[in-house]
């Protein structure tokens, strides 16, 4: 049985890096792993003078966590944290209190920067609401991918062959780390 996993992209542009990584696993995952992005990018700021009235983007996006296995999130950089995008998507899906679409979901991390640093700030940034929401976090292999224009080319998708077999890596360690951790006491 493949394990249904959403994948949360930080970057809200659609030919961001992020998101061509993301799309790079999700097809070297198949068919172990059925990575289905989740968009973030219509959920008005979380509220909590909202929750009584739910907004429908907020409805649609804690749905579609709620029901599957793990969560992948990719994310670049922003001012060496995460994207304001991504924060508001984790409160979303953290409220209202006690029902937290979080809990206990086995989750992993994939930085992307043009840079040099792989986006490492936003990887360590993320850690910390993730623990907080009790997300059991994959530690190794850690990704971060720095310069990303050289293994992404012009059509969006990963061209290298060292980063393809990484990835690759990563996705069937990360599957490991779904099946050991999914419903361990959560």
């Not at 959403?6 to 068919?31: D, H, N, Q, T």
């Amino acid at each position: 049985m493949s394990l249904n996993v959403a994948v949360i992209v930080g970057s809200l542009r659609k030919g961001s890096f992020s998101r061509s990584v993301a799309l790079a696993v999700k097809e070297l995952a198949a068919p172990r792993m059925n990575l289905n992005l989740v968009e973030i990018g219509d959920l008005p700021l979380y509220n909590p003078d909202m929750d009584e009235n739910t907004p429908a983007p907020w409805a649609r996006f804690r749905g579609e966590v709620a029901k599957v296995d793990a969560v992948l999130f990719v994310t670049p950089e922003y001012n060496r944290s995460i994207p304001g995008g991504l924060k508001n998507a984790i409160d979303v899906g953290s409220r209202p209190y006690g029902k937290s679409v979080w809990q206990g979901k086995p989750a992993a991390i994939v930085s992307v920067s043009p840079g040099l640093l792989g986006a490492f700030g936003a990887n360590h940034h993320l850690r910390q609401p993730l623990v907080f929401l009790d997300m059991p976090i994959l530690q190794q292999p850690e990704m971060y991918l720095s310069k990303a224009g050289d293994f992404i080319g012009e059509d969006g998708k990963v061209n290298n062959d060292a980063t393809r077999d990484f990835l690759k890596s990563f996705a069937g360690k990360f599957a490991d780390w779904i099946e050991r951790n999914r419903g361990a006491g959560y």
